[in-house]
């Protein structure tokens, strides 16, 4: 077989790729060596590659993952942090990751660039799933409790009637005095 051919085969388990994408700073991404191990390429190479064109890399696209954040990362998914890395990790927001299509040019890079795309988009429908549900039920929590308010009203109405009908009436006319008009 060529080598060209089975760069064009590379299949990763959208399974791998959904548990690569991370939530930092309210945003989905992944970071540098998990991208790396992805393309098939060393940390440092892809970096440097990112670094020879750091003006296709906006803020919105990267950013340096501060010390805390690593951390919390580490302590979380029990990643291991043998032999420890020299230099904080990058992190890539999805369209960071499109644009390293464009700087690593291997077939392999491209492929594997399409399935991270197609992740990220189930992964944005399934949150976008998840919040048309949460809506439905925040809905159906406040028509819950707009009714149990009405059922309350109704029942200190009647409430209100009972104690009406079993209070003692005053007499409309006592015998012996004339009522006056």
């Given at each position: 077989m060529q080598m060209?051919?089975?760069?064009?085969?590379?299949?990763?388990?959208?399974e791998i790729i959904t548990s690569k994408i991370y939530l930092i700073r309210d945003k989905k991404v992944m970071l540098d060596e998990d991208l790396a191990e992805l393309y098939g390429v060393a940390t440092g190479n892809l970096n440097k590659a990112v670094n020879r064109n750091i003006n296709r890399f906006?803020?919105?696209?990267?950013?340096?993952?501060?010390?805390?954040e690593y951390d919390n990362l580490i302590f979380q998914f029990g990643t291991?942090?043998?032999?420890?890395?020299?230099?904080?990790?990058?992190?890539?927001?999805?369209?960071?990751?499109?644009?390293?299509?464009?700087v690593l040019k291997s077939e392999r890079a491209i492929t594997v660039n399409i399935q991270i795309m197609r992740v990220f988009t189930k992964v944005r429908e399934i949150l976008m799933d998840n919040i048309s549900v949460r809506l439905e039920i925040e809905e159906?929590?406040?028509?819950?409790?707009?009714?149990?308010?009405?059922?309350?009203?109704?029942?200190?109405?009647?409430?209100?009637l009972n104690e009406k009908h079993d209070a003692p009436k005053p007499p409309t006319h006592v015998k012996g005095f004339k009522p006056t008009d």
């Open positions: 060209g051919n089975l760069t064009h085969h590379v299949a990763i388990p959208d906006p803020d919105d696209f990267m950013f340096k993952v501060t010390k805390e291991s942090n043998w032999g420890g890395r020299r230099k904080l990790p990058y992190a890539f927001t999805e369209q960071g990751v499109a644009m390293l299509s464009c159906i929590k406040n028509k819950l409790a707009s009714q149990d308010k009405n059922i309350e009203l109704v029942f200190s109405y009647l409430d209100e």
